[in-house]
């Protein structure tokens, strides 16, 4: 390929860095650059591809390039895409492959699917009404029957019927309590595919609605928004059907138009523009909101939780685009205010428990990360009544709160009785690291070896068991995992010269696996121990992935880029969707282990065959017996982990489980 030939199409700006894009005419096509000289050339084909994937927001990965939203990796060089960019983006690559159909040799079709689909979502439509039907039209002419829109109202908890096409007697809006587990079946998915929807358990409750529709098979999106369930939109099909990766393709785009008419581009977006007058109000107002919710706790002996946000160096355009971020977080009873150079209070009118505020923290400071990048973010949580019963002891336990976090780098913390110890442990080297092997069940050759945290108390050790779901809840789970990890690659660099092949695994928290930086900051630790990325295995627990499956899975995505492997942790614990399993880029899956109790052999038996079918190993935990350990490997069971193949060791013995595979 001429490197004199490349044309310059477009530079573009992202966040100071410049990323080029050039076309060169070819024998065999157009072919496209991106990245410059060190770049990546994509075929048409290929380019049409990220472009789809970049309209829809899923992940693509190719050689040398992988698009993770918001991330789009070249080469070495790595690009925070904002909406300008990505839509500037996205128009270079359109005009681009538009201007190829002329000189390629083998063109795109000029009607095809994703041909009506990227026309279509490059419209901007004003309403949900005025978009229904020609998502309908382009529905029917790809031979399904049409579509249909169910929307929540308000605080209510049902979901209503706001169109369909084509138009037809309008079933009933959708009631929880009429179809419980559906709702919970849209509550834990993204996507569900139902091939043959009379058939299918999840949709049994829907069989009237399906049979007076005529519907054969149905491919739902579900929308979900910070508050909880917002909605789902049906692809319809007369037949059963076998729903294919381009159908959900498909679904996912036009579910992003839908999108984009609920929830504008965040660059069009004024801070002034909503019209809850509970949001961004007076400090005044503030407190007269929060008395208020303080009254009514006390009164029905309720909880609820004051947070302060403060985001180091915040310019005026930086600070209204935090106030969207937060403001996406909101129920309607919720209230926030903007206090000037001290940053925000956000009124949580009514929690359940502790970390049903730090789940809302954890989400909301992944969006700040996100949105404001590079700039330090700090949440402190003060809780009603755990942490304090009066106005003033709530802002001071939230103010002092913040003010710790900021000074730890950044991050959430709440100071719930109980805390100051673990707290201490983590943040001051309190805490030391065992180690258990994983064997291989055929051979019984040593794998890896899982890092396990332990809190040396005057009493004994304490389990990671005993003491991080309350680092969890106070916001400590990120600094625990960077402790952990540069601990687990110290003891990977010590022990590489000696040619152990042992591979080091590491369980992180959902905190941690929501930080967009965070597989940045993976990378900088292993090239500063000189460590190759697959020397580490990162474990995640399926309530992690569940918490933001958006979010959780560019994570993913990105790490599996780099080289380090994935395992699913405690499989079974709860369920992940088959769909939604498949898509992750899992190397292990580690099962519950209740399932190596000789009563479960038969579930057992279909969890491993199930993770055989998605392609990973299976790796049975809690093997205590010699009788566990005989059955799970007829099986079929990859690789083994428990106390009959070894306990826990610290690290002055992991010399000995690594050389030999032996400890004590």
């Known amino acids: 390929m001429n490197e004199v030939g490349w044309k310059l199409f477009a530079p573009l700006s992202i966040e100071g860095a410049t990323l080029l894009i050039e076309h060169q005419d070819l024998p065999s096509g157009m072919a496209v650059r991106l990245g410059g000289a060190g770049g990546v050339v994509l075929k048409p084909q290929e380019a049409q591809e990220l472009l789809l994937n970049l309209l829809t927001g899923e992940s693509w990965v190719s050689s040398r390039l992988v698009w993770a939203a918001p991330r789009l990796h070249i080469g070495q060089k790595g690009y925070n895409l904002n909406e300008r960019a990505k839509l500037a983006l996205i128009e270079a690559l359109q005009s681009l492959l538009v201007e190829s159909q002329g000189v390629a040799v083998n063109p795109m079709p000029k009607e095809t699917w994703q041909r009506s689909l990227l026309e279509i979502t490059q419209r901007r439509f004003a309403s949900v009404e005025e978009a229904l039907p020609k998502l309908g039209e382009m529905l029917v002419s790809l031979g399904f029957k049409g579509i249909c829109l169910w929307l929540r109202d308000s605080n209510a908890p049902h979901l209503k019927l706001v169109g369909q096409y084509p138009e037809a007697s309008p079933p009933d809006d959708l009631q929880p309590e009429r179809y419980p587990v559906y709702f919970q079946v849209l509550e834990r998915n993204l996507l569900i595919a139902a091939d043959d929807a009379r058939q299918d358990a999840r949709m049994t409750e829907l069989r009237d609605i399906l049979m007076s529709r005529g519907l054969g098979a149905v491919l739902q999106v579900v929308f ?47 801070i002034q523009t909503p019209v809850r007058k509970s949001l961004a109000v007076k400090r005044s107002e503030f407190e007269l909101n929060l008395a208020q919710a303080l009254s009514m706790a006390q009164r029905y002996e309720r909880s609820l939780a004051l947070m302060r946000i403060q985001v180091e160096g915040m310019n005026k355009a930086q600070t209204e685009r935090a106030a969207r971020e937060i403001a996406y977080t909101l129920r309607q009873s919720d209230s926030l205010a903007y206090l000037g150079e001290q940053g925000f209070a956000l009124l949580l009118s009514e929690v359940r428990w502790t970390a049903g505020a730090s789940r809302v923290a954890h989400r909301l400071l992944a969006r700040l990360r996100a949105a404001l990048s590079g700039l330090k973010v700090g949440i402190g949580i003060a809780m009603y009544p755990q942490d ?277």
Do not use: Y
């Open 224 to 270: 979900h928004a910070e508050g909880g369930l917002r909605g789902v939109m049906w692809i319809e099909s007369l037949q059963p059907r076998k729903w294919s990766n381009a159908d959900e393709t498909l679904a996912l785009a036009l579910a992003q138009v839908i999108e984009r008419i609920l929830r504008p581009l965040k660059d069009d977006i004024k």
């Open 388 to 664: 304090a019963t009066t106005l003033e002891g709530l802002w001071n336990q939230a103010e002092q709160a913040c003010q710790m976090a900021l000074q730890a780098g950044g991050g959430i913390r709440l100071l719930t009785p109980g805390a100051t110890e673990p707290q201490e442990a983590i943040l001051q080297d309190g805490l030391t690291l065992h180690f258990q092997p994983v064997f291989n069940l055929n051979d019984l050759e040593l794998v890896a070896v899982e890092a396990l945290a332990r809190w040396p108390r005057p009493k004994g050790l304490h389990r990671a068991g005993e003491f991080l779901p309350l680092a969890e809840q106070v916001g400590l789970m990120s600094a625990q995992d960077r402790w952990a990890l540069d601990k687990v690659l110290e003891q990977a660099a010590l022990w590489r010269p000696s040619g152990v092949n042992a591979r080091f695994s590491l369980n992180v928290s959902t905190e941690t696996l929501l930080d967009p930086n965070f597989p940045n900051v993976l990378q900088e630790m292993l090239s500063a121990r000189r460590l190759a990325a697959d020397t580490l295995i990162i474990e995640v627990r399926e309530e992690a992935i569940l918490s933001d499956l958006e979010t959780t899975g560019r994570s993913l995505e990105i790490l599996k880029h780099l080289g380090v492997l994935i395992a699913l942790d405690n499989f079974g614990t709860n369920p992940l969707p088959l769909t939604q399993l498949k898509r992750l880029p899992l190397d292990w899956i580690k099962l519950n282990p209740l399932l190596s109790v000789s009563e479960n052999a038969t579930l057992a038996k279909a969890a491993i065959d199930m993770v055989h079918a998605v392609g990973t190993k299976a790796v049975a935990k809690g093997l205590e017996e010699q009788s566990q350990l005989t059955r799970m490997k007829e099986l079929g069971a990859d690789f083994g982990q428990g106390h009959i193949l070894g306990w826990p060791v610290p690290a002055e013995d992991l010399g000995a489980l690594l050389v030999w595979g032996i400890g004590s």
